[in-house]
């Protein structure tokens, strides 16, 4: 009855025994320290006094040994948040002794989910082959033969697959860049023979695939799924500055150049402050170059001076990166739009 009442406030009733006796117990559904359940006696008739056995309480943990001296603590048995990209399911408590987590990276997993990202490109692109194709022996085109607008986006997409990653910067002598740059250095190539089955299509080499996860599995995690990383690179000799944020849906991902001038009183020269070419804005209280150009892809782009040395003048790059999946969804958005696309 308490369980299919309608008017049921969060209770679940349930009958315990003890081999010769049998009890009523209520659990309240509401997790945490803060939630509360009062039974009254009076309205079970008489039939016995209720006592609690066991009271609300928040699940309570320390990752290596952090806080020393108080808990993180979470309303379930389940805690998200403390860890990046990490949660932790509670089974039971040992306060005595230390329990070890070990994550290790899916990687047949991960690999199964670049091969859907491949099947679903050379979807499209057979797609589009389809549309497009000419029959020699017929002398027949199909029903966008020579469309130019087909064409066009078929060209689009496979740049974007093609080229490197927005904001990725390939290594070179003097500066350590990221590992992996373009789909074709984990194994991912159009096959260019003529006549294969496949010609035109992406194929993995699950081999070089591979070889990419076991030397950096988070590099290749960021060439798919970098979601607008900031970064930067300094390339004179004096001064430092670094990314410091940018406007969501808004500032492009790429690289940007950045120039300004430190001042003889040690402030950034409001007229000399530059990101891609264009003017940009200067909170010299804050020490932050924001672009502001309203048509420039830079739009929203802050960069955070951290070295004021008087009389210098700084250039460098801010970056902000990119991965593939994202950027094919930006294209697919930008093709698609019905007012521009």
């Given at each position: 009855l308490i369980n299919?009442?309608?008017?049921?406030?969060?209770?679940?009733?349930?009958?315990?025994?003890?081999?010769?006796?049998?009890?009523?117990?209520?659990r309240g559904l509401d997790l945490g320290?803060?939630?509360?359940?009062?039974?009254?006696?009076?309205?079970?008739?008489g039939l016995g006094s209720f006592s609690e056995s066991q009271a609300n309480q928040n699940a309570q943990v320390r990752i290596n040994g952090w806080p020393a001296s108080t808990w993180i603590e979470s309303d379930s048995n389940t805690i998200t948040g403390a860890v990046e990209g990490l949660s932790f399911s509670l089974k039971n408590a040992d306060p005595s002794s230390d329990i070890q987590v070990s994550v290790n990276v899916d990687s047949d997993g991960v690999k199964q989910n670049v091969q859907t990202f491949v099947d679903k490109v050379n979807e499209l692109r057979s797609n589009f082959k389809t549309l497009t194709d000419f029959d020699e022996t017929t002398e027949q085109g199909s029903v966008l033969t020579g469309n130019y607008g087909v064409q066009l986006v078929d060209s689009r997409l496979k740049y974007a697959v093609a080229d490197i990653a927005q904001g990725f910067l390939r290594s070179e002598d003097d500066f350590l860049g990221d590992a992996f740059t373009s789909l074709s250095q984990v194994g991912i190539l159009t096959d260019a023979e003529q006549g294969s089955s496949?010609?035109?299509?992406?194929?993995?080499?699950?081999?070089?695939?591979?070889?990419a996860m076991a030397e950096d599995p988070d590099a290749v995690a960021q060439l798919?799924?970098?979601?607008?990383?900031?970064?930067?690179?300094?390339?004179?000799?004096?001064?430092?500055?670094?990314?410091?944020?940018?406007?969501?849906?808004?500032?492009?991902?790429?690289t940007f150049d950045v120039q300004y001038s430190i001042n003889a009183s040690g402030e950034i020269d409001p007229d000399s402050a530059y990101i891609n070419g264009n003017k940009a804005s200067v909170d010299?209280?804050?020490?932050?170059?924001?672009?502001?150009?309203?048509?420039?892809?830079?739009?929203?782009?802050?960069?955070?001076?951290?070295?004021f040395t008087p009389n210098t003048s700084v250039e460098g790059e801010v970056r902000l990166k990119q991965g593939k999946a994202g950027e094919m969804v930006d294209a697919l958005k930008r093709i698609t739009n019905d007012q521009s696309g």
């Open positions: 299919s009442d309608p008017n049921n406030p969060g209770v679940k009733a349930s009958i315990i025994s003890d081999g010769s006796s049998s009890y009523l117990q209520i320290a803060e939630a509360d359940l009062t039974i009254s006696n009076a309205s079970f008739f496949t010609s035109g299509l992406l194929i993995l080499d699950e081999e070089k695939f591979d070889e798919f799924a970098a979601n607008d990383i900031g970064g930067q690179r300094v390339t004179s000799t004096t001064g430092n500055f670094s990314y410091y944020s940018h406007v969501q849906g808004i500032t492009q991902s790429g010299v209280s804050a020490g932050t170059i924001t672009a502001v150009t309203d048509d420039a892809d830079e739009l929203g782009m802050v960069v955070k001076v951290n070295d």
